[in-house]
């Protein structure tokens, strides 16, 4: 069918479509009527999720997360608002709510769990496109109830999300205070065993004494270095002695020898002088070979002199390298033992010195979570609290009859095409050539300078013009 067909139709049939429409304003407006009038107040907050926390001084990393915001709506929506709410609106003591509870569920389950279910399925709250603030619309029977629970339901939300910071800060605080004893016994454990071993060991927990024994060690070391040197050279002096003495340096640079030798020499020329003046037998030459006789006993018994000093001065000096030597061992052996007690002090050192660092980080925890469990600030604030609504938000009057307008129309023009099709009527010329396959011999005069209404309607008469069944026109 082409729109001017339809029009035709339309035109021919214009009661039918006003009927029809009419009926679906008619229902429009009598459900407008008939349903009961719901008001919806809205109300919104926002969430600071950029700024950081003033305890812990950081961002959180899950707050600027897309999940973040859908979770705050189901807290929001979740029975321990509800509940809250509920306690905020006194609706726990009221006595006709509990009285339809009972004539609802007959006593059994928990009114207040009834009661948040009832109450939850009134709100809706929906999350800000690409922001952090969450609208709250509740949906009541009155303005002012609708309200009320809306502004319930915000402070309920605000101090829940107060509740679920503060009680795990509470716990955390129980539990680091319980830590903090056991770290302060341990410190002090572990101060007292560091006293108790400085105090058996007559230490101090410093490195003086043994920065002073080890140099007492250095300097032993360097006079064994040099008594080593001065003992070896004795020793090899006392050798070559034993070898021929005459020969050593001692002997040969020795003044006292020099000097006998000097009178020998004197002694035997002044000898030989005499004897060849006098004789052997005179009594100054026989003097004078005695006084060379001693000299020369003097001059044999200087070189056992000097070599026995150089013995004893080799043992002396044997001697004192082996005590140096002992010493240098004994002092070694002082710094092992006080290097082993500093090493022993200093296990004990580093055990006192973890045991504080222990004991600072839980006291700085223990601090963070007692202020946190005494904060009184979240991250919410309310950006708009819910007013009495004006007008309900259900039904709506526009919306309904715009609805009914479109469909009714939709309706009447099936209602139209529906009735024209069981009842096919020609409504133009083209029909007649159309319906009828038949050539278009003539059409009706004009009565009154208009066409006839075109109430033609199409069928078979039995004996036909022809008498043959063909179609013909009746007029009605």
């Given at each position: 069918?082409?729109?001017?067909?339809?029009?035709?139709?339309?035109?021919?049939?214009?009661?039918?479509?006003?009927?029809?429409?009419?009926?679906?304003?008619?229902?429009?407006?009598?459900?407008?009527?008939?349903?009961?009038?719901?008001?919806?107040?809205?109300?919104?907050?926002?969430?600071?999720?950029?700024?950081?926390?003033?305890?812990?001084g950081v961002v959180l990393p899950g707050a600027n997360s897309s999940g973040y915001m859908a979770t705050q709506a189901d807290v929001f929506r979740s029975e321990r608002v509800a509940l809250r709410a509920i306690r905020l609106m006194g609706?726990?003591?009221?006595?006709?709510?509990?009285?339809?509870?009972?004539?609802?569920?007959?006593?059994?389950?928990?009114?207040?769990?009834?009661?948040?279910?009832?109450?939850?399925?009134?709100?809706?709250?929906?999350?800000?496109?690409?922001?952090?603030?969450?609208?709250?619309?509740?949906?009541?029977?009155?303005?002012?109830?609708?309200?009320?629970?809306?502004?319930?339901?915000?402070?309920?939300?605000?101090?829940?999300?107060?509740?679920?910071?503060?009680?795990?800060?509470?716990?955390?605080?129980?539990?680091?205070?319980?830590?903090?004893?056991?770290?302060?016994?341990?410190?002090?454990?572990?101060?007292?065993?560091?006293?108790?071993?400085?105090?058996?060991?007559?230490?101090?927990?410093?490195?003086?004494?043994?920065?002073?024994?080890?140099?007492?060690?250095?300097?032993?070391?360097?006079?064994?270095?040099?008594?080593?040197?001065?003992?070896?050279?004795?020793?090899?002096?006392?050798?070559?002695?034993?070898?021929?003495?005459?020969?050593?340096?001692?002997?040969?640079?020795?003044?006292?020898?020099?000097?006998?030798?000097?009178?020998?020499?004197?002694?035997?020329?002044?000898?030989?002088?005499?004897?060849?003046?006098?004789?052997?037998?005179?009594?100054?030459?026989?003097?004078?070979?005695?006084?060379?006789?001693?000299?020369?006993?003097?001059?044999?018994?200087?070189?056992?002199?000097?070599?026995?000093?150089?013995?004893?001065?080799?043992?002396?000096?044997?001697?004192?390298?082996?005590?140096?030597?002992?010493?240098?061992?004994?002092?070694?052996?002082?710094?092992?033992?006080?290097?082993?007690?500093?090493?022993?002090?200093?296990?004990?050192?580093?055990?006192?010195?973890?045991?504080?660092?222990?004991?600072?980080?839980?006291?700085?925890?223990?601090?963070?979570?007692?202020?946190?469990?005494?904060?009184?600030?979240?991250?919410?604030?309310?950006?708009?609290?819910?007013?009495?609504?004006?007008?309900?938000?259900?039904?709506?009057?526009?919306?309904?009859?715009?609805?009914?307008?479109?469909?009714?129309?939709?309706?009447?023009?099936?209602?139209?095409?529906?009735?024209?099709?069981?009842?096919?009527?020609?409504?133009?010329?083209?029909?007649?050539?159309?319906?009828?396959?038949?050539?278009?011999?003539?059409?009706?005069?004009?009565?009154?300078?208009?066409?006839?209404?075109?109430?033609?309607?199409?069928?078979?008469?039995?004996?036909?013009?022809?008498g043959n069944g063909t179609p013909r026109l009746t007029a009605k």
């Amino acid at each position: 069918m082409s729109l001017t067909q339809l029009l035709i139709v339309l035109r021919a049939r214009w009661i039918s479509f006003v009927l029809v429409l009419t009926c679906a304003g008619a229902l429009a407006v009598l459900a407008n009527e008939l349903l009961p009038k719901r008001y919806s107040a809205t109300a919104s907050v926002v969430l600071d999720v950029k700024s950081p926390d003033p305890i812990a001084g950081v961002v959180l990393p899950g707050a600027n997360s897309s999940g973040y915001m859908a979770t705050q709506a189901d807290v929001f929506r979740s029975e321990r608002v509800a509940l809250r709410a509920i306690r905020l609106m006194g609706l726990d003591k009221d006595p006709n709510l509990q009285q339809i509870w009972r004539e609802a569920t007959l006593g059994v389950g928990d009114y207040n769990a009834w009661l948040a279910e009832l109450l939850l399925a009134g709100l809706d709250v929906r999350p800000g496109r690409e922001s952090n603030v969450l609208a709250v619309t509740y949906t009541a029977k009155s303005p002012k109830q609708a309200a009320a629970v809306a502004n319930a339901f915000v402070t309920a939300y605000v101090s829940t999300t107060l509740d679920l910071r503060v009680e795990p800060a509470k716990q955390y605080s129980s539990f680091f205070d319980d830590r903090l004893k056991q770290s302060r016994d341990a410190l002090e454990a572990a101060q007292s065993k560091l006293s108790a071993f400085q105090q058996q060991k007559g230490l101090m927990a410093t490195d003086e004494r043994l920065d002073v024994e080890n140099g007492r060690l250095t300097e032993l070391t360097s006079q064994l270095v040099a008594l080593q040197a001065v003992a070896n050279e004795s020793a090899s002096r006392e050798g070559q002695m034993g070898g021929n003495p005459a020969q050593m340096s001692e002997v040969l640079n020795n003044a006292l020898i020099s000097s006998l030798k000097g009178d020998l020499a004197r002694q035997e020329a002044r000898l030989e002088e005499m004897s060849a003046k006098f004789g052997d037998q005179h009594p100054q030459v026989l003097e004078t070979k005695a006084s060379i006789a001693q000299l020369r006993q003097k001059i044999d018994a200087e070189p056992r002199r000097v070599s026995g000093s150089v013995t004893v001065n080799n043992a002396v000096n044997q001697q004192r390298l082996g005590q140096l030597r002992a010493s240098v061992e004994e002092q070694r052996a002082k710094m092992m033992m006080l290097k082993g007690q500093r090493d022993e002090a200093a296990v004990l050192v580093r055990d006192v010195e973890n045991a504080q660092r222990a004991y600072d980080a839980v006291s700085a925890r223990m601090n963070q979570t007692s202020m946190e469990s005494q904060t009184t600030q979240t991250n919410v604030s309310v950006l708009k609290n819910a007013s009495l609504p004006l007008e309900p938000s259900s039904p709506r009057t526009k919306i309904n009859l715009a609805i009914a307008l479109v469909v009714g129309t939709l309706l009447a023009v099936g209602t139209v095409i529906v009735r024209e099709t069981l009842d096919q009527r020609l409504r133009t010329e083209d029909d007649v050539i159309a319906y009828l396959k038949q050539p278009l011999l003539g059409a009706l005069p004009v009565h009154n300078g208009t066409r006839p209404n075109g109430r033609l309607r199409l069928g078979l008469s039995k004996g036909g013009m022809f008498g043959n069944g063909t179609p013909r026109l009746t007029a009605k």
